[in-house]
């Protein structure tokens, strides 16, 4: 046997030493154990489990499959992690995870994800009766996605755990959830590159809390009836694209020390204040509609250098409340509609000819002392306007829009206003 020979033996052999074992699919009956099955797989096998309810903690530390068939519930029995993840490549899917425990200091979640459980899927699972629905520490890569949450609702908000918990964790993808009844839907810190699409959140606290975090987007979700619609802090470089909130007790969408962002085509409708804008500076807010708002935007803390245009801002109780030392020009591409603009468009341009202020001495008096709102349209209260006009010591710093649109750019905000009517539960 030549040399060459022998070489290419060797290379056979080492590359069947290699070669990875097909992968089996084991099946769980019911009154059998998951666990054991766990135990007996190989990584990179199949678990099938059969409709049944399995009352046991799961760990799962290999590559594997949990793969559910309908009516397939996995019970913690109210203690510690229902299944608790310990490998990369863990897949779960058709599961009715259910009553973990209910510890707040131990975190106990429905699934845990513990770190290094990267590129992890959970994929159409039900959670019920669970502290937190799902704790992500440290796991990245993973796809969250078409699953229903909700937590254990007999508790007090502050008692309850958060739906998806991602901590740490680097490109989640956090798609088509529907969250309710925990403390908060989708709570985010130290965590880039992801994408939050899809989701619904209501009856919760905040339908996002989000914090330290870059680079991720977050489009297409919707939250309402909370006590807050999407809260994002502390963060720069986020994409902010067509979400809806509305009847959500405080506000839609809170903007709090947020740079570099866009934050466009969303809708806002019937909170307490459509968005809250606090030290945000260098953003773009395109496209909104804020309608049907007891304040439409809040502004604070000195949230300057923005550009904000194209939006629409009819029927809110207080269109813009603006607490800084001066002017900011809104409106410099084609102009945000104002549904109380008093102004004309002669020139037939389909922008008004006049500017827009957003507030005047008045409207800081009812700000201040919201009793005077009772005399709103009043004789007494045009006149001070008038008044206030006239003599410019009166005046305030507020936001100018120079020409403003004439014509809401959402045909369909009629609709919306109808949808932001407070209705049904508290969270």
């Known amino acids: 046997m030549n040399a060459r020979t022998v070489a290419m033996l ?10 990875k074992p097909e992968a089996a699919t084991l099946q769980v009956r019911a009154g059998e154990r998951i666990g054991d099955a766990i135990e007996r797989a190989s990584a990179g096998d199949v678990i099938e489990i059969e409709r049944g309810r399995y009352v046991e903690n799961l760990r799962i530390d290999k590559p594997l499959t949990l793969l559910g068939a309908e009516g397939v519930s996995v019970s913690g029995d109210g203690h510690g992690d229902v299944i608790r993840v310990a490998s990369p490549d863990v897949r779960i899917e058709k599961l009715i995870v259910r009553d973990g425990g209910g510890d707040l200091g131990q975190q106990n979640a429905g699934i845990y994800l513990q770190p290094g459980s990267h590129r992890a899927i959970v994929r159409e699972c039900v959670f019920a009766n669970v502290l937190f629905g799902l704790w992500i520490e440290k796991a990245d890569d993973v796809l969250i996605e078409r699953n229903l949450v909700t937590g254990m609702r007999h508790r007090l908000s502050s008692q309850r755990g958060n739906g998806i918990q991602l901590y740490n964790s680097q490109r989640a993808r956090i798609l088509h959830n529907q969250i309710s009844f925990t403390r908060d839907g989708i709570y985010v810190d130290v965590s880039h590159d992801a994408r939050f699409i899809g989701n619904e959140i209501h009856h919760v606290r905040y339908g996002s809390h989000y914090m330290n975090s870059y680079r991720n987007v977050w489009q297409g979700n919707d939250s309402h009836d909370n006590l807050g619609g999407l809260a994002l802090m502390e963060v720069r470089d986020i994409q902010v694209i067509g979400n809806r909130t509305w009847n959500n007790a405080d506000h839609g969408i809170m903007l709090r020390t947020l740079q570099d962002s866009t934050i466009a085509d969303n809708i806002s409708v019937g909170n307490a204040r459509g968005l809250f804008v606090y030290d945000a500076e260098y953003n773009v807010l395109r496209g909104n509609l804020v309608a049907g708002n ?9 949230s300057y250098h923005n550009e904000v245009d194209g939006n629409d801002f ?13 002017d900011v020009q809104w409106g410099r591409g084609g102009g945000n509609f104002w549904s109380n603009y008093l102004g004309w468009d002669q020139d037939g341009d389909a922008r008004g000819d006049v500017p827009f202020e957003a507030s005047d001495a008045v409207d800081r008096m009812v700000t201040r002392y919201p009793f005077v709102k009772l005399l709103d349209n009043s004789p007494v209260m045009q006149t001070l306007k008038m008044i206030a006009r006239q003599f410019p010591v009166m005046r305030v710093a507020t936001i100018v829009d120079e020409k403003p649109a004439m014509r809401p750019h959402h045909a369909d905000w009629a609709q919306w206003l109808e949808r932001g009517k407070p209705r049904g539960e508290s969270p």
């Open 10 to 19: 060797a290379g056979l052999l080492g590359a069947l030493a290699c070669a």
């Open 294 to 302: 007891r304040v439409g935007m809040h502004l604070w803390a000195g």
């Open 314 to 326: 009819i029927h809110n109780g207080e269109q813009v409340r603006y607490v800084a030392s001066r």
